[in-house]
Each structure stands twice: as structure tokens, then as C-alpha cells.
């Protein structure tokens, strides 16, 4: 029996996001292993599969990984085809590449499938063009959460000149501002907080570096959300927002 294991990113929320690849792996599935990120409307392309929560959220308790990687072997070794349904892309902050190396090391095959991250998600969906010509040279995409919590270079990341795309930030606004205001980013930067990017309940607040947490916090940010700093930020809406969606603190 050919056991393999598909790690297939589901994008940030919007099921039209998704890809055709995606697609066909779902329609392959005898099993889905499905995070909390992830839309559950993309199961629509799964009808015959078991779908099984994973999610912190979706009843998981002690030590979730561990329960993942079993679920996942022993559904492989039957020889079912089992995808693994991660939100945004498997492999930005989706322990995508861990989970193929654990799979791999005990003979499965597994196939990774891109998926369309949040952060480039939710900057598109503001019209915020993250390497905009003359402006950012380049993007960098980081995490503010580290389960070991080690620091980032954050002075060298103030000085990078690129749009800085940060996830897993919405509890850490004070430090985050304080530490790029530390390395010399102007308190002016422009900020973008986009909250549930690509779906209907997508939110944004506009602010500045110096501002960022205080405005968030009158905005009621909560997550999943993602930060876009940098001059590109300033880039505003084509589509008219509603004052329900967007808000312009700064
Ligand atoms: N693999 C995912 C990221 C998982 S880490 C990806 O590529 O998108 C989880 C973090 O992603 C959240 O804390 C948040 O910062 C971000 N995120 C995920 N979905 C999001 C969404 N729809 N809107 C805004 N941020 C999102």
C-alpha cells in the first residue's frame, strides 16, 4: 500500500484562495486532519473523507502534536490517503517542514502543497503592495512567538528596509513597537493591523509605529491578526471601506 500524507495549505480564510492543487488533494482524501484556521468551507471539496479537528480548539488537549503525528501515521500505514489541512501556507509558522521531516523518517511519502499565507493575504486585501517599487525592496516575515523565547534581531530588522509582515504579534504590540522604535525605526512608520484577513469579517486599523498599541487597543484588535509596518502601510484602501471595517487612528 502506498502511504502518503499530504501537508496542504488551505489559505487564510477565503475559500476561493484556495488552490487547484489543494482541491485535488482534498477530492484524494480518505482522511482531514483540520486546524482551527482553517475555513471549514473548503471541505465542500472533501465530501467522502473523515474529517477529523485537530485544532487546539477542537477538543485536543495535552500534548496536541504528539496526538497529530499518531493520528497521521497510523492513518498512513492503513494506506489512506490523509491530508493534513493547515491555515495560510504549511510552511510560514505551520510547522509544515517538521512534520514532513517526523512523516518522512518513518517511510511515508509526503507532498507539500502551497498555500496563500495571512500576511500576504491580508496586505493584498488592503491594497497594501508590500514591495511597492521605489519604496520597500523587500519583505520579511516574522514571528513575535517563540516557544523557546529567544529574541529577534530587531535592530537589524529596523534597518533592513523592508515591509516587516508580523505574525503571531496582537499580545505583544507594547514590545514590538518598543523594540523597532529602539533600532531606530521613526515612530511615524505607518502600521496596517489587518484582523481576520480575506474574510467577510476582515477588519483593519491604520496607525503609526509609535501609536500602534494604543490604537489597537480602541479598536478591540484581536486574533488572528497580522501586522504590515513600514511605509507601504500608508498605502490606502482602493475599495471604499465602511466605517465598520476600517478605522484610520493615527
Ligand atoms: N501558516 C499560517 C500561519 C500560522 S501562525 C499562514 O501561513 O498564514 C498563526 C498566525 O497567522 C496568527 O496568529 C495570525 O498572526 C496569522 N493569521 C492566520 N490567519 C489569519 C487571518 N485570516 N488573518 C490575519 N492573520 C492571520
Redesign the pocket.
Known amino acids: 500500500m502506498n502511504a502518503k500524507v499530504w501537508l496542504v ?1 488551505a489559505g ?2 477565503d475559500p476561493e484562495l484556495l488552490t487547484l492543487k489543494a482541491v485535488r488533494a482534498l477530492g484524494e482524501a480518505d482522511v482531514v486532519l483540520i486546524d482551527d ?1 482553517v475555513n471549514p468551507a473548503v471541505l465542500e471539496h472533501c465530501p467522502g473523507a473523515r474529517v477529523i479537528p485537530v485544532g487546539k480548539r477542537g477538543g485536543c488537549r495535552s500534548t496536541p502534536q504528539a496526538f497529530i503525528y499518531r493520528l497521521m501515521l497510523r492513518y498512513a500505514r492503513q494506506g489512506r490517503c490523509v491530508v493534513r489541512l ?5 510552511c ?3 510547522r509544515g517542514g517538521e512534520e514532513a521531516q517526523w512523516l518522512k523518517a518513518r517511510g511515508i511519502e509526503v507532498e507539500l502543497v502551497n ?1 496563500i ?3 500576504l ?2 496586505a493584498t486585501r488592503c491594497d497594501i503592495p508590500l514591495t511597492l517599487r521605489g519604496v520597500a525592496r523587500g519583505v520579511t516575515l516574522v ?1 513575535a512567538h517563540t516557544q523557546d523565547d529567544s529574541q529577534l534581531n530587531w535592530q537589524a530588522l529596523a534597518h533592513s528596509g523592508t515591509t516587516l509582515v508580523i ?4 499580545a505583544k504590540l507594547a514590545e514590538i513597537a518598543e523594540q523597532l522604535l529602539g533600532g531606530a525605526l521613526a515612530a511615524d512608520t505607518p502600521v496596517a493591523m ?6 467577510p469579517q ?1 477588519r483593519e486599523c491604520r496607525s503609526v509605529l509609535a501609536n500602534m498599541e494604543r490604537d489597537a487597543q480602541v479598536f478591540a484588535l484581536k ?4 501586522l504590515v509596518i513600514g511605509a507601504v502601510a500608508a498605502t490606502a484602501s482602493v475599495t471604499a471601506p465602511t466605517s465598520e471595517t476600517q478605522v484610520q487612528l493615527a
Open positions: 495549505g487564510p480564510g484556521l493547515k491555515g495560510g501556507d504549511p510560514i509558522f505551520g498555500g499565507t495571512a500576511g493575504a491580508g514571528t505574525y503571531m504579534g496582537v489587518i484582523e481576520n484577513a480575506s474574510l476582515q486574533s488572528p491578526a497580522i
